[in-house]
């Protein structure tokens, strides 16, 4: 019995001494997941007719060995049979947990959508649809991505997911549009 006793004892003074490992989380006052997206922030084009707001984002709990973040969003619903990159930006130094709805971190770079330009691009479902858009934070364990100049998304994407040690995400939906 005293034996039992000095191993619970041991085994809970090592829990007790070792640090509880942090949930990688993301956070938006603009977003919550599994809800709906507000008129304003829909994309003002393809038919859409909002502000194209980006959400404010904020995360905590990154993997230990992060160097730098990325944050794109997806749509896995578009109608194309691969999606679709509504944002795509990297390099964010892992000093920041956060990026401002009107401001980009500094040093950071936006990638292309899959409108071949860089920016953010608001969720704009088909008429009648329904679609579930993915913002995803990446604890990468690079300073920088070597994603090429002009890249595509999905070439993006390619090179964030070879450093990803880490994601966080939050789902919304946007849709149906009459």
Known sequence: ???????????????????????????????????????????????CTGDNVRPALSWDGAPEGTKSYAVTVYDKDAPTGSGFWHWVIYNIPASITSIASDAIPKGAVEGNTDVGQPGYLGPCPPVGRKHSYTYTVHALDTDKLDAPEGATAPLTGFYIHQHSIGQATINVTAGPRS
Not at 23 to 28: A, D, I, T, V, Y
């Open 1 to 47: 019995m005293k034996i039992i006793h000095a191993f619970a004892s041991a085994a809970l003074a090592l829990m007790a001494a070792s640090p509880a490992m942090a949930e990688f989380r993301l956070h938006s006052p603009d977003i919550a997941n599994g809800e709906p997206i507000k008129a304003e922030q829909y994309w003002n084009n393809f038919g």
